[in-house]
């Protein structure tokens, strides 16, 4: 079976996204065998954290199999609407932290810019 996941970046589409693939169980064990190979890289970025995020990949040890907006998992991780209620765009500088990210090896300690926008991220 193979798979376009390409959403647009619209607000609370991770939702939809999420519980139509989690839903069927056929697509959600495929999704676990990809996510649980030794070899597996996975980046989600804008909807697709959010995706992550719903789906329990960001932090898949605190995850408990409750009800969560009719899926059977409970992400400890949840990006719900800015403070504001606005899109918000915004340029910000971060520290990176020691990490077994493949992506941030040898950048502990390196502050760097990262420019921030989205609806959903508080």
């Known amino acids: 079976m ?3 996941l390409f959403p647009a970046d619209v ?3 991770a939702k939809g996204w999420a519980a139509s693939m989690m839903c069927l169980p056929s697509i959600r064990q495929q999704l676990e065998r990809f996510r649980n190979r030794p070899e597996t890289f996975s980046l989600g970025v804008c909807n697709g954290c959010q995706l992550m995020a719903l789906m329990g990949w960001i932090d898949p040890d605190s995850v408990t199999e409750e ?6 998992i409970s992400p400890a991780v949840f990006l719900d609407q800015n403070e504001s209620g606005r899109y918000e765009s915004r340029y910000s500088t971060v520290l990176v932290k020691e990490s077994n990210s493949i992506l ?3 950048m502990s300690g390196t502050r760097t810019g990262v420019w921030v926008a989205h ?3 508080n």
């Not at 009800?67 to 059977?72: C, K, Q």
């Open 119 to 121: 609806g959903e991220g």
């Open 104 to 106: 941030l090896r040898g």
């Open 11 to 13: 607000l609370g589409s």
């Open 2 to 4: 193979k798979f376009n």
């Open 67 to 72: 009800s969560f907006h009719g899926l059977n």
